[in-house]
Nanobody, 124 residues
Framework: VQLQASGGGSVQAGGSLRLSCLAS????????MGWFRQAPGKAREFVAAIKWGAFPAYADSVKGRFTIFSNNAKNTVYLHMNSLKSEDTAVYSC???????????????????WGQGTQVTVSS
């Protein structure tokens, strides 16, 4: 499984960005797909995750502002981010786990495949 993240950039607080994660080697609908982020000096943290047949999961800090969704025809998972805050500044990475049994995975250790990160910078 290979993942390619894109869509990061610089935006002012209150703005929006949409990140994309293009998957190859496995259909996203047959995987648990997650977004994580890591700010300088901080640990990688969960942002959102999605898998077929389950409600998406979100970190409390992004609920109501971020939306994760997939386009199966494009084999791509998106993270649409609204009302961005300076504390959303981080490197965002997408991840995949082919084992979709059980609840949606929330920790980075549970994901087997990772894409390269894409930088999101929010200025206040």
């Amino acid at each position: 499984v290979q993942l390619q993240a894109s869509g990061g950039g610089s935006v002012q607080a209150g703005g929006s960005l949409r990140l994309s994660c293009l998957a190859s080697g496995r259909a996203v609908r047959n995987s648990t797909m997650g977004w994580f982020r890591q700010a300088p000096g901080k640990a990688r943290e969960f942002v959102a995750a999605i898998k077929w047949g389950a409600f998406p999961a979100y970190a409390d800090s992004v609920k109501g502002r971020f939306t994760i969704f997939s386009n199966n025809a494009k084999n791509t998972v998106y993270l649409h981010m609204n009302s961005l805050k300076s504390e959303d500044t981080a490197v965002y990475s997408c991840a995949a786990q082919i084992n979709t049994a059980g609840p949606i995975l929330l920790t980075p250790q549970e994901y087997d495949y990772w894409g390269q990160g894409t930088q999101v910078t929010v200025s206040s």
